[in-house]
């Protein structure tokens, strides 16, 4: 059965690097323990979203998963207002496209954060810590999370932009 840390993984493997990653690489750059980041790997190979031996997301499988199954597998819950780091559209790349109006942008609650704003539970525990650390990858999963959680001018930004990082 695909993890919520599985499609994570896939993620940070769809972003090019130089060299292949290492187990304990990966996890030190998802927060996750190595062997949370082998196990992850093993049943994101399963479902399609990665080749194990390579190390490397399968782009097109990881497109239409992002797109079509993430908004049920792990839908947006919302936490009230709180202190955090800004995601979906509050964060880069769709902050320069978006503007947020009256409301209070989506963060993930971190105690780190420097947003206030409206609460939205990540889609792993890590993710806000990792997020902090690789922006790249904070970019990639604020565009999940508009995916998951925006309205339909989001999504559709949100997807066009990751089906020109995937392609």
């Known amino acids: 059965m695909l993890k ?9 493997l ?37 080749d194990v031996r390579s ?5 097109p499988a990881l497109l239409e998963f992002l797109v079509h199954a ?13 202190r955090g780091v800004p995601t979906s559209h509050a964060a880069p790349p769709l902050n320069a496209m978006v503007v947020g109006g009256d409301d209070l ?3 993930w ?10 609460g939205l539970v ?6 806000p810590d990792a997020a902090l650390s690789d922006p790249t990858l904070h970019e990639w999963l ?11 001018r989001e999504r559709e930004l949100a997807v066009k932009i990751l089906r020109e990082r995937l392609s």
């Not at 609650?109 to 409206?118: A, I, K, M, S």
């Not at 604020?142 to 339909?152: E, F, K, N, P, Q």
């Open 4 to 12: 919520a840390q599985d499609f994570v993984v896939a993620i940070r």
């Open 14 to 50: 769809a972003i090019p690097k130089t060299a292949p990653w290492t187990y304990p690489e990966l996890a030190s750059a998802l927060r996750i323990s190595a062997s949370e980041a082998h196990s992850a790997v093993k049943r994101a190979a399963k479902s399609g979203l990665v």
């Open 55 to 59: 190390r490397t997301a399968r782009r």
């Open 70 to 82: 993430v908004p049920y597998l792990v839908p947006p819950v919302w936490t009230g207002v709180s």
């Open 105 to 107: 942008p989506p963060v």
């Open 109 to 118: 609650p971190h105690p780190e954060g420097v947003v206030r704003g409206q």
């Open 122 to 127: 990540p889609v792993y525990r890590s993710v």
């Open 142 to 152: 604020a565009l999940v999370d508009a995916i998951r959680s925006g309205r339909a």
